[in-house]
């Protein structure tokens, strides 16, 4: 049935829209309001079309941003692992600051892509659309974390050479601590709990059929990986950034590229979409 909220039918048997300025003339002799409802539907459904496909470009240009500023961030944070940090870390502060301002950017956009997500999602799973959302969120916040700590390590390292000679000692211990927070905060937190936020939506993709099954299906198993790669270092059986620690991370990578160009060129599945409105 049509949406009184939607249409209203003028004094003269014409359809008027009352979200659009137009009004649309009927046959008044046949007063077929059959075909008023296809033609309303029709519009609605076009409308709606439109939106899923604004939904997938969006989601598809975030991950593809995500991605790259995450990527791009370690081109410039080399001075970082140097083992004389203290002097290189300041020698090198554009550099610097450049990364931490791709990992911010890598940190908002990470959580724009389950936002933006969850207004289709949710028609499928409230519940793990919501979840996907919470768990990129705080994803986004132990980036950040990450980034506030290599402006610390950045302040740290210019007063270090500042002072000339000093007790190296000191600033050795908090360089240690602050190399250890980001550390944390961005291979091994964040990327766990982006495992798990993941799996939500990749549930809902492969259940709903919103994507190509193989694609889900990649999805389920990188995030899956990821999760093992925090987890193994976490417990000290890997180092951070070793071989092993690569090899498990690339599937979900490489996923969310395929993933995101699929979104901008193809979309959403429309038959997935029509057949949840038609139950809704």
């Known amino acids: 049935m049509i949406n009184p909220g939607t249409v209203r039918v003028t004094e003269d048997r014409n359809v008027c829209y009352l979200n659009k300025p137009e009004i649309i003339p009927v046959d008044t002799g046949a007063a077929d309001f059959t075909a008023i409802e296809r033609h309303i ?4 459904e076009m409308t709606t079309d439109d939106t899923h496909r604004k939904t997938a470009t969006i989601a598809g240009v975030l991950f593809i941003i995500a991605t790259f500023a995450s990527i791009l961030s370690t081109l410039f944070l080399k001075s970082v692992n140097a083992s004389d940090y203290l002097v290189a870390v300041s020698a090198n502060q554009s550099q610097v600051t450049a990364g ?18 969850y207004s289709l999602l949710k028609k499928y799973n ?14 986004a916040a132990f980036y950040l974390i990450g980034v506030l700590g290599l ?7 210019q007063e270090f ?6 007790d190296a000692s000191s600033f050795q211990i908090l360089g240690t601590v602050l ?7 961005g291979f091994v937190l964040a990327p766990s709990v982006f495992g798990i936020g993941a799996l939500m939506y990749y549930y809902i993709f492969y259940q709903s059929n919103l994507i190509p099954r ?7 198993i990188g995030a899956t990986l990821m999760i093992a790669a925090s987890m193994l270092v976490m417990f000290n059986f890997i180092g951070l950034m070793s071989t092993i620690f690569i090899v498990l991370v690339i599937p979900i990578a490489i996923q969310e590229m ?16 029509a057949a949840v409105s038609a139950r809704g």
């Open 41 to 44: 539907t029709m519009e609605i």
């Open 214 to 220: 193989w694609l889900s299906g990649w999805g389920l």
């Open 179 to 185: 190399l250890a927070g980001r550390n944390w905060a």
């Open 100 to 117: 931490a301002l791709l990992l911010f950017i890598a940190a908002i956009t990470s959580a724009g892509i389950a936002i933006s997500l």
């Open 161 to 166: 050479v500042k002072a000339g000679t000093p």
């Open 258 to 273: 395929v993933l995101a160009f699929w979104l901008i060129i193809k979309g959403f599945n429309q038959s997935a979409i």
């Open 151 to 157: 402006l610390l390590l950045l302040t740290l390292s």
């Open 126 to 139: 409230k519940g793990l659309a919501l979840g996907a959302v919470c768990f990129r969120l705080i994803e």
